[in-house]
């Protein structure tokens, strides 16, 4: 069973910067997929960023070129770093896991952008 924790939400003003780590536990294949997804109050879930093996990233339009996907596989874990934060950032930040047609969530971390 895989089990995903992350960690790094909080309270940031706009413009401020915020990392975040999900740590996955279990048994991880290196060819797994993982990734954020973001949920805003009355919105559908988004994918934010994707970082496959060997290191491809992929990112959100809204995103690109404030927000840095990055993994660690010796530690099971991916980082987001998000840089130049907007109010429109604000949302419950999801970790997720693909491997062997299998998709697997963390319990979210929530992200507050003030203006």
């Known amino acids: 069973q895989v089990q995903l924790v992350e960690s790094g939400g909080g309270l940031v003003q706009a413009g401020g910067s915020l990392r975040l780590s999900c740590a996955a536990s279990?048994?991880?294949?290196?060819?797994?997929?993982m990734g954020w997804f973001r949920q805003a109050p009355g919105r559908q879930r988004e994918l934010v960023a994707v970082v496959g093996s060997p290191d491809i990233t992929n990112y959100a339009d809204s995103v690109k070129g404030r927000f840095t996907i990055s993994r660690d596989n010796a530690k099971n874990t991916v980082y987001l770093e998000m840089n130049s934060l907007k109010p429109e950032d604000t949302a419950v930040y999801y970790c997720?896991?693909?491997?062997?047609?299998?998709?697997?969530w963390g319990q979210g971390t929530q992200v507050t952008v003030s203006s």
């Open positions: 279990g048994s991880i294949f290196s060819s797994s997929v």
């Open positions: 997720y896991l693909d491997q062997r047609g299998l998709r697997y």
